[in-house]
């Protein structure tokens, strides 16, 4: 089993930074991916960000060049660095991950609320 916690979300104004956190916990040797996603009321859940066991990263394309993922040497928590935040960037973000033995079964935790507002 894999519990995903994350952390770090809150309001901050247009322009502004925060740096979210999921940890994973359990079979964390079994996770292969881990990703960011979020979901704004009325959207569907979109990718944010991802990092494979391997290292291999991707962003979604409305924040590349704003948004940087990363994580402990230990693999078990990855950091989402946000700058240049804008409003439109307010969401409920997602940590996301998928285990070599069923890479279909999608794991989530509970989410963490960014809201950028002045």
């Known amino acids: 089993q894999v519990h995903l916690v994350e952390s770090g979300g809150g309001l901050v104004q247009p322009g502004g930074s925060l740096k979210l956190s999921c940890t994973a916990s359990g079979s964390v040797y079994s996770i292969f991916v881990m990703k960011w996603y979020r979901q704004s009321p009325g959207n569907e859940r979109e990718l944010v960000a991802g990092?494979?066991?391997?290292?291999?990263?991707e962003y979604g394309d409305s924040v590349k060049g704003r948004f940087t993922i990363s994580r402990t040497d230990t693999k078990d928590t990855i950091y989402l660095q946000m700058n240049n935040l804008k409003p439109e960037d307010t969401a409920v973000y997602y940590c996301n991950a998928r285990r070599y033995s069923n890479p279909n079964d999608d794991l989530w935790g509970r989410g963490t609320q960014v809201t950028v507002s002045s």
């Open positions: 990092i494979t066991r391997g290292g291999s990263i």
